[in-house]
């Protein structure tokens, strides 16, 4: 509450960046586990899959998710949309259901 606003300038100088960072995090986003279709967490059962994503954090904030929509595009995979819930941000998170142990 104390803390001086900085002005105006330095405030856009500090959004610059952030969004950048934003862009960057977003593409570090896809590269984690669970990010993107090609790196989906499998997972043993579709049960799982709801304590999985209270587990993971929006790589933007470290907020939790709300899981928005849970769809199956193929067979054995599951695509989660969530929201975060500080940011607000949605994305999707991947699984594919797989046997437990190594095939
Ligand atoms: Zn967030």
Not at 33 to 62: F, L, T
Request: aromatic content about 2%; hydrophobic content about 35%; charged content about 30%.
């Amino acid at each position: 509450m104390a803390a001086k606003r900085p002005d105006r300038t330095a405030r856009r100088e500090r959004e610059r960046t952030a969004r950048k960072l934003v862009r960057e995090r977003e593409k570090l986003a896809l590269l984690v586990p669970g990010g993107s279709e090609d790196r989906p967490i499998e997972v043993v059962s579709p049960a799982v899959i709801d304590s999985r994503v209270g587990s993971m954090k929006c790589p933007q904030c470290e907020g939790s998710y709300t899981i928005d929509d849970h769809a199956a595009p193929s067979a054995g995979l599951r695509r989660i949309a969530v929201t975060c819930r500080l940011c607000h941000v949605k994305r999707a998170l991947w699984f594919r259901l797989g046997v437990s142990g190594p095939n």
